[in-house]
């Protein structure tokens, strides 16, 4: 069963950069997690959350410019 991560995310009024606690851990425990999503048409999908720098270069994506 996918862990769920509450979503959308967090931001810290003060600093809004900082990472939601949740994600952090997420970063430091599972950089590749899957959880689930409640769409606004009441659907609940599953959704990958890459939160690790290394594991976004992995996956494919384009490098920051």
Known sequence: MPENVPLPIRR???CPFSPDPEM???RETDPVT????????GE???VRLVTGYSAARG??????E
Do not use: E, I
């Open 12 to 14: 810290d009024a003060a």
């Open 24 to 26: 952090a851990r997420l």
């Open 34 to 41: 899957t959880s689930q999503a409640l769409m606004p048409t």
């Open 44 to 46: 609940l999908v599953d």
């Open 59 to 64: 996956a494919g994506l384009p490098a920051p």
